[in-house]
């Protein structure tokens, strides 16, 4: 494999060894927010990050002492290089988990 490949698809026991080394830096109470953003025909956008395997919603973690709402804005933005135009917040779900899953 070129090297130019994630660290999750050179390496998969680096890169689990990465995930717990950050997640022990991580609060224990940690919040995230993913966007269900879609067209007007209705497809649902889904994004292929390069740091981790998958694809998924575009969103991520929210910042200390950040809304919830903000975060919802902000990760899609920092994904796409562009703000939603449009963020209905009946949508946002506020979910518990503890740190071991």
Same mark, same amino acid.
């Given at each position: 494999?070129?090297?130019? =490949?994630?660290?999750?698809?050179?390496?998969? =026991?680096?890169?689990?060894?990465?995930?717990a080394e950050g997640n022990a830096k991580q609060a224990r109470k940690r919040v995230g927010a993913d966007a269900i953003l879609y067209d007007s025909e209705g497809r649902i956008l889904v994004v292929d990050p390069d740091y981790k395997p998958d694809w998924d919603l575009p969103g991520g973690m929210i910042e200390a002492n950040e809304p919830p709402i903000d975060g919802l804005i902000r990760e899609p &933005?920092? =994904?796409? $290089?562009?703000?939603? $135009?449009?963020?209905?917040?009946? $949508? +946002?779900? +506020?979910?518990?988990? &503890?740190a071991t899953g």
């Open positions: 494999m070129s090297t130019d =490949e994630p660290l999750y698809r050179r390496d998969p =026991e680096a890169w689990l060894k990465h995930l &933005s920092e =994904e796409l $290089g562009t703000a939603p $135009g449009l963020v209905d917040s009946r $949508g +946002v779900v +506020v979910q518990a988990a &503890s």
